[in-house]
DNA sequence: TGGCTAATTGAATAGCATTCGGTATTTTCG
DNA sequence: CGAAAATACCGAATGCTATTCAATTAGCCA
């Protein structure tokens, strides 16, 4: 018992520090970035002597990789919470709920983002696993086979493209966004750009509901007219028939 | 004359080094990356010493930029080529061209593409200027306002969403297509992706006057008709009342 | 030609990631 | 418990590079 209580707590300890140096280099990397960020500035943060980082990650490359990871495991999770926390059932508003977070994620983590992308190019071998952004993407992918259960989307869809033009366009639209605008963060900017996100979903993507929905548009003020012209039809026959 | 004649040489000698030092840039970066290029070995394909390299440019950093800007103008010239050289007079024949030739260029230079916006982030002052990408995107933007032009896109569709769905969601398919495949540069795989972009333009940028516009038409005719017989209700009522 | 300016050079500098020999801390075991 | 063994930790020393700069060379004009 002595012996699992201890090894746990080793185990806890090295893993509370590795965390510290995780927390460390995220804080650093992210307020200058990953050239600027300096190794010595990291470990002081986190408390430890330089030397000891290298005995947790190999390089630069891969502590910044790891911290990319959980970065990217994290928006996996708050991505997860949106969808469950979403109380419209819709296909096309849970595709807006999703939107508007990947969207805003993307802008206030562009840094991130690229380097994620940047990252296997300086440094042949350090890339963020496949898998990670695979978990990431997988939130979308879910939404999207369950529209399509529910009738929401024409079955002949194909999933990864769908997958491409959802996040591709909105990655673009940040860094356009983010490049006219610099740092001045003004989410007027990103509601048009979600809306139409949404908007190409149902044109493209949508079962024939499309037209349903303006036929009913167009009941509903064809019957307001019509009562209104009922109306003035009844004053009248009032003083007819007086 | 002859001091003209002097100046220009001499302004010729100095811009044929520069390219030079460009030339030798470029080579070396695609081969190690932008971490992995040594100014040692850039100089010595140039054929000048260490040194001269920072007579024509601040820094590592800015060279860099200088070799992405010629990149960019480069793909613009070979944009703008393929869009002359397309017979093709229509809009969604020349997006086709416009897409795979976008496609493929970006899958062959995914490092320098990734670059172009990684390299703010490790060096804050230096980026490739807006105006050089906005000359590239601006090719798909003319090919778009010409197609509105000729009424093969709605009135409606708003030119830079159009453009953040084209670019980014072919610069995503890219990474996607390299992610996947690796270097195997496999074309069969980029084909689909440019027939559904394609196929997303015309559904939801063409001016297919599908069932939403014809019923917005509809709308818009019946309620002229409504209001016309409103008022003649209320011609009636006045003379009622007299 | 000789003097002046601008261009060029590469050895010296400086900054930083990474290593490594030595020290502290924890674990093991008699 | 106590000491040996193993492990974790440290930070000064190393090595590698972008960048600088004092010295040198080339270009130009009178």
């Known amino acids: 018992m002595a012996k699992a209580d201890i090894a746990e707590t080793r185990r ?28 010595s500035e990291i470990a002081r943060r986190a408390g430890i002597g330089e030397g000891t980082i290298y005995s947790y990650y190999e390089s630069k490359a891969e502590l910044m990789l790891a911290v ?43 840094d991130f983002i690229n380097l994620t992308f940047a990252l296997r190019r300086n440094n042949s071998e350090v890339t963020v696993s496949r898998e990670h952004l695979r978990q990431y993407v997988a939130v979308f992918d879910r939404l999207f086979l369950r529209g399509q259960d ?10 990864w493209q769908a997958r491409d033009v959802f996040y591709g366009t909105l990655e673009y639209s940040a860094r356009s966004i983010e ?27 949508g079962a024939k509901q499309a037209a349903v929905r303006t036929d009913d548009m167009v009941l509903d003020r064809l019957t307001v007219k019509l009562d209104q012209l009922c109306e003035k039809v009844d004053k009248l026959d009032q003083r007819l028939s007086r």
């Open 12 to 39: 806890a300890k090295i893993e509370r520090k590795e965390q510290a140096i995780l927390n460390a280099a995220r804080e650093i990397f992210v307020a200058h970035g990953f050239d600027g960020a300096r190794m």
């Open 68 to 110: 990319l990871q959980q970065f990217w495991d994290g928006l996996t999770l708050e991505a997860e919470a949106v969808m469950a926390s979403t109380s419209a059932e819709g296909f096309f508003d849970r595709l807006q709920a999703l939107a508007e977070y990947h969207l805003g994620t993307v802008i206030a983590n562009a």
């Open 150 to 159: 529910r009738g929401e989307i024409r079955q002949g869809a194909i999933l």
């Open 179 to 205: 490049m006219t605008m610099g740092a001045d963060r003004n989410e007027r900017e990103q509601k048009p750009v979600v809306d139409q996100m949404v908007a190409l979903f149902r044109a493209h993507y």
